[in-house]
């Protein structure tokens, strides 16, 4: 015969407290004082009880889910779609952000649902799973300068959480990097090194982060006297690198640093140089930005500014879920550091 579920009851019993007190810890009422949680949340380990997710909804009126939102902006075919999600899921970048989402809900018994904004229907869809309490509120990862989810769900009053300040003033939190110093550490780097021929590789300039981190860099070689910097505009892809720096070497052959925007348009930078037969760093110094699995996988592996992007994720959850408690009614920022990685491209 099977073992019978353990209930509230055996919790109580072995924790020696009430059944009101284990409901009031299972279902995060925020009144129980922190010595009898633990002691609770030791009974519900020893014993093995596992909420019901169904009743404990009905108490908290939360669907303990979030939806994490890729969104782009205008409508796009089908197939257009379909690419869009593959991008999305194959930049090292949002896999970042995936794993700082799921490191920091798991433990709290939260998932995410993914979902992906890149149509005017699509971004309809997620409003209305909101609003129908299908999750509790949404971390939007935003593609485009001119996305108008942000907008959407702040008009609506939906609980939602921004990775990036958006390029438009918008009543939502958001989380963020210093890009500006981030420019600024990468252009020191290069200075030290004693390059002095230097060019950079930015990311689309509509985004706030790529004209953040050009202006820093901009303004750190300025302090040094280097008045103009050549600069392509980028996409923040391997080939989007790739024809940005073969545009460059073209008009500046003599090039001996190069800032680029993001670590895979700098991988295939080094690309481009190692083909044209131009040593890194020893003729040619690479930074890039993020440290994302890119720096790695590049040859040589790349000196990059680091963009702690997983914790920055789980600091999107933890906004998103005082949001949702209602211990947070007006927006906020938290904005971290960058740090720079030094490794063998410059």
Same mark, same amino acid.
């Given at each position: &015969?099977?073992?019978?579920?353990?209930?509230?009851? *055996?919790?109580?019993?072995?924790?020696?407290?009430?059944?009101?007190? #284990?409901?009031?810890?299972?279902?995060?009422?925020?009144?129980?004082?922190?010595? /009898?949680?633990?002691?609770?949340?030791?009974?519900?380990?020893?014993?093995?009880?596992?909420?019901?997710?169904?009743?404990?909804?009905?108490?908290?009126?939360?669907? +303990?889910?979030?939806?994490?939102?890729?969104?782009?902006?205008?409508?796009? $075919?089908?197939?257009?779609?379909?690419?869009?999600?593959?991008?999305?899921?194959?930049?090292?970048?949002?896999?970042?952000?995936?794993?700082?989402? #799921?490191?920091?809900?798991?433990?709290?018994? &939260?998932?995410?649902?993914?979902?992906?904004?890149?149509?005017? +229907?699509?971004?309809?869809?997620?409003?209305?799973?909101?609003?129908?309490?299908?999750? *509790?509120?949404?971390?939007?990862?935003?593609?485009?300068?001119?996305?108008?989810?942000?907008?959407?769900?702040?008009?609506?009053?939906?609980?939602? %959480?921004?990775?990036?300040?958006?390029?438009?003033?918008?009543?939502?939190?958001?989380? *963020?990097?210093?890009?500006?110093?981030?420019?600024?550490?990468?252009?020191?780097?290069?200075?030290?090194?004693?390059?002095?021929?230097?060019?950079? %590789?930015?990311?689309?300039?509509?985004?706030?982060?790529?004209?953040?981190?050009?202006?820093?860099?901009? *303004?750190?070689?300025?302090?040094?006297?280097?008045?103009?910097?050549?600069?392509?505009?980028?996409?923040?892809?391997?080939?989007?690198? /790739?024809?940005?720096?073969?545009?460059?070497?073209?008009?500046?052959?003599?090039?001996?640093? %190069?800032?680029?925007?993001?670590?895979? &348009?700098?991988?295939?930078?080094?690309? #481009?140089?190692?083909?044209?037969?131009?040593?890194?760093?020893?003729?040619?110094?690479?930074?890039?930005?993020?440290?994302?699995?890119?720096?790695?996988? $590049?040859?040589?592996?790349?000196?990059?500014?680091?963009?702690? %992007?997983?914790?920055?994720?789980?600091?999107?959850?933890?906004?998103?879920?005082?949001?949702?408690?209602?211990?947070?009614?007006?927006?906020?920022?938290? #904005?971290?550091?960058? +740090?720079?990685?030094?490794? +063998?491209?410059?």
């Amino acid at each position: &015969m099977s073992r019978q579920a353990p209930t509230l009851e *055996d919790v109580a019993r072995e924790a020696g407290v009430s059944r009101a007190t #284990v409901s009031r810890v299972v279902n995060g009422v925020r009144n129980v004082d922190p010595t /009898i949680q633990e002691t609770v949340r030791r009974a519900i380990s020893r014993t093995g009880y596992a909420p019901n997710r169904a009743a404990r909804s009905l108490v908290t009126r939360r669907a +303990e889910t979030v939806a994490l939102v890729v969104s782009g902006a205008g409508d796009v $075919s089908d197939e257009e779609q379909n690419a869009f999600a593959a991008r999305a899921l194959a930049d090292p970048f949002f896999g970042r952000v995936v794993s700082g989402v #799921v490191g920091h809900l798991r433990p709290r018994s &939260m998932h995410p649902v993914l979902m992906f904004a890149e149509t005017a +229907e699509a971004r309809q869809e997620v409003i209305t799973y909101l609003r129908q309490g299908s999750a *509790d509120g949404a971390l939007v990862v935003s593609t485009h300068a001119d996305d108008p989810l942000p907008g959407l769900l702040a008009d609506a009053g939906l609980p939602a %959480v921004l990775f990036a300040r958006p390029a438009r003033p918008v009543a939502l939190s958001y989380v *963020d990097l210093a890009h500006h110093d981030g420019g600024r550490l990468a252009a020191e780097h290069l200075l030290a090194r004693g390059c002095r021929r230097i060019v950079t %590789v930015s990311g689309p300039l509509a985004v706030p982060a790529s004209q953040e981190r050009l202006t820093g860099f901009r *303004d750190a070689l300025a302090r040094h006297g280097h008045a103009y910097v050549p600069l392509a505009q980028g996409g923040f892809t391997v080939d989007s690198g /790739i024809a940005a720096m073969t545009a460059l070497l073209a008009e500046h052959p003599d090039v001996d640093g %190069v800032f680029a925007a993001n670590d895979l &348009m700098a991988q295939g930078i080094c690309q #481009v140089l190692r083909e044209r037969g131009r040593r890194v760093p020893q003729d040619v110094a690479v930074v890039g930005f993020d440290d994302s699995s890119a720096a790695l996988a $590049s040859r040589p592996p790349l000196t990059t500014v680091r963009q702690p %992007v997983e914790d920055m994720a789980a600091a999107m959850c933890r906004l998103l879920t005082e949001h949702i408690r209602d211990a947070r009614t007006e927006p906020t920022s938290v #904005v971290f550091d960058p +740090e720079l990685v030094v490794r +063998e491209s410059a």
